[in-house]
């Protein structure tokens, strides 16, 4: 490279840094000159809102709405209800993706753990028992990956109940946007598995009842397209992007709902536990 290219390059690259700096100076000096009364709150508000009953649960919805200019007496009888309906804990639910496991199986049977999957369900599990939380419960799927990571994760929760879910399974939950050139599944799929998957998500992802008196810990062994679409979901961000997140094998997802239900992702595709050679996302064809 001439002195006279690489004087040129850097000309070029301190424009653009100008530029941005002037365009966010001019933007901030207009700002700060627009009187704050003259900002409408209408003109700041997002362009999607959250849906307050996206479980069904909404207390709200669940009592028979007041009429206006109602009497005192009907007021507290509608308080009351509506106290009876509201949740009091928070439930946290752990979504864990499988092991990494060998593709070339003909039945899902033989589909099993790779030894670098089987050695992720340990560490996995031993890192569920170093935050010694207060598990309810570990669900999987009832795919052949799942169920071994789950009983590989069980052996450092023995006392933990175990139990499985065909509706966990692997499948196509929602056409992605953008859509991808080496996964194409076809449209009946997507209704088939979409439909089983949702039903999934409603059966496990709701505010806790008003029964419940402590937070709940609820652990959930399963696969990547199936968590990614929770998230999309639970956060009630457009289905269709699901495909846009990655996962790890054995990696740690969790999400809180609170009494209120404004669902919190805590952490997502969590391996900080894991050394850099146990970290892997794809399966393995064969075994070797």
């Known amino acids: 490279m001439t002195s006279k290219t690489f004087r040129l390059r850097i000309l070029k690259v301190a424009t653009h840094g100008i530029t941005a700096c002037c365009g966010a100076a001019v933007t901030y000096y207009y700002l700060i000159k627009i009187p704050k009364e003259s900002i409408s709150t209408a003109e700041l508000t997002s362009s999607s809102k959250w849906d307050h009953n996206w479980d069904k649960r909404d207390p709200a919805s669940l009592v028979n709405p007041l009429k206006k200019n109602g009497d005192p007496a009907k007021d507290n009888k509608y308080n009351e209800e509506l106290e009876k309906l509201k949740s009091k804990a928070t439930r946290h639910l752990i979504l864990i993706r499988h092991g990494q496991y060998y593709l070339s199986g003909k039945t899902d049977q033989e589909r099993v753990l ?28 009832s795919m052949q990956r799942a169920i071994e990571t789950a009983t590989i994760i069980h052996k450092f929760l023995p006392d933990v109940p175990m139990s499985s879910c065909s509706m966990l399974e692997e499948g196509a939950p929602y056409p992605p946007e953008p ?46 397209n199936v968590i990614r679409y929770f998230v999309c979901r639970a956060l009630q961000l457009p289905p269709e992007a699901w495909l846009r997140l990655s996962l790890s094998h054995a990696s740690l997802t969790q999400i809180t709902i609170p009494p209120s239900g404004n669902a919190r992702l805590i952490m997502y595709g969590d391996t900080g536990f894991m050394s850099p050679d146990n970290i892997s996302r794809h399966n393995i064809s064969s075994k070797i």
């Open 114 to 141: 790779t030894p670098l999957g089987r050695r992720q369900a340990e560490l996995t599990g031993s890192r569920l028992q170093a935050l010694n939380l207060p598990y309810n419960s570990i669900i999987h799927s």
């Open 179 to 224: 859509q991808v050139s080496h996964w194409k599944p076809e449209a009946v799929q997507f209704l088939r598995d979409g439909a089983r998957i949702e039903a999934a998500f409603r059966k496990y992802f709701h505010r806790a009842p008003p029964s419940q008196k402590e937070d709940s810990y609820e652990i959930i062994v399963c696969h990547a």
